[in-house]
């Protein structure tokens, strides 16, 4: 798809600073960037270069054992508000957690209850939250919201936003209904491809055209689904972020027009 | 649960032969095991030892790019099904497969027009084909059909079993609505383990009581849907393999009895 559109996640060059992913995308000219929360440093680098903030990763992680831990996961999420304010992110992004324990329905209840309680601020913020299914893979250790299906049903009942990540969504049978079903509501769109065999349940996603992923017709989708906002490149591999970081936008241009 | 129902699937002891694993059985009184097609040696060890045969893993892996590769697929099951009633298993486990290339709802189609090849074999025999569907981590290299949701779908329309497996099922949203969905229709029922972290996406399954899998309440729900037949522990874990098999049973046992 077209340039302008491209955005690249800072995790899929993890090994540089802000400021570093900054200037390569000047290089490359990358005009969005999605930001994450572990890297907030120098964001007058961001401002400076004239770069779109894409979106803010991540808020969520509500679920906990106790009250107190809920609270200070919502208090979390409130301060990622005011951040994501601060840095022009249209978007924050959230993981919505794992279970504090065996009980997977009831964690999905403690989800159900930080966005709600942290809506109204995000709302006045002129902050989009934006729920992102993750991978069933990581319903335990990350996010008990995992299907398309299931981000639809909670974004509608709390009227906020969807993220859809190629990576995550793409085996889903039920995946183009669903998307359809988005539709006025997504908040992003991330895209990577999944590798075969998968060389790691975290840091083993591909970059565009090395996996399975039908990118072009779920981009499509998207796009019909009333999506028009950047598109982020967001890669979690060890090999990509050992690489030099320009070799990698460069193929990450290429693939985004040709591919995505 | 009551240790009469409990069954070893061979791939738990994945070391021994047939014949070391149904003298394992007789040494730990358990009346079932699982055998699965590439250790199909010494049969007569398990009619000699008086063991049940819970079921015969795996038919399915029916997508190809070509014709001439479906039909090899199809005469391979059918050769399963010829297997499975000469081992007396009642049921024969379909993995139904990946897809040759990056189109899985084509792949979805071969997995339905495979079935509906085999399944008058399958009857005439007295054999119930099993659709398993593996966890959507599976879904590039395994199997296409990732949710019971579709997998009670493919087998209402085709009128045969589905299996279930607590590993590949335990994330979904609509896990017992789908349970309750399957009543009639449930050809098997396994058990294991998620661990976290996940040590390995193939070999990283976990000992019921390792991991957080609500074991009891979704077996209780198969029972609720009808299913009263052997319980099969299908473990697939590389240190597990590593240790002594007495050891492995001895604990298989106990976990069985207090857990599931």
């Known amino acids: 798809m077209e340039l302008k559109r491209l955005s690249l996640n800072q995790i899929t060059t993890e090994r540089l600073s802000l400021r570093g992913a900054v200037a390569a995308c000047q290089r490359h000219q990358i005009r969005n960037i999605g930001i994450w929360r572990h890297k907030l440093e120098e964001t007058e680098a961001v401002r400076d270069a004239g770069i779109s903030v894409s979106s803010l990763c991540r808020g969520g992680m509500f679920p906990a054992s106790t ?26 992004v959230l993981v919505c957690g794992p279970a504090p324990d065996r009980d997977i329905k009831a964690a999905r209840g403690m989800v159900a209850d930080g966005i709600a309680a942290i809506r109204d601020h995000a709302r006045a913020s002129g902050v989009m939250l934006g729920i992102e299914p993750l991978h069933p893979m990581f319903a335990a ?21 969807i993220v859809i990540d190629t990576f995550h969504v793409w085996w889903d049978p039920d995946l183009y209904p669903q998307i359809a079903r988005a539709s006025g509501r997504i908040a992003g769109f991330h895209v990577s491809d999944w590798l075969v065999p998968l060389p790691d349940v975290l840091l083993g996603r591909g970059m565009m055209g090395d996996g399975v992923i039908e990118l072009r017709r779920i981009r499509e989708a998207v796009e019909s689904a009333g999506y028009a906002g950047p598109v982020e490149v967001e890669i979690f591999n060890r090999a990509i972020w050992d690489s030099d970081p320009d070799t990698v936008l460069t193929t990450m241009r290429e693939r985004f027009e040709a591919l995505v």
């Open 141 to 161: 250790d990350r996010s008990v919201i995992t299907t398309l299906a299931e981000a639809n049903a909670l974004a509608a009942q709390l009227d906020v936003g």
């Open 67 to 92: 009250a107190a831990g809920r609270q200070a996961n919502i208090d979390d999420n409130l301060r990622a508000i005011d951040q994501a304010v601060a840095i022009g992110a249209p978007t924050l």
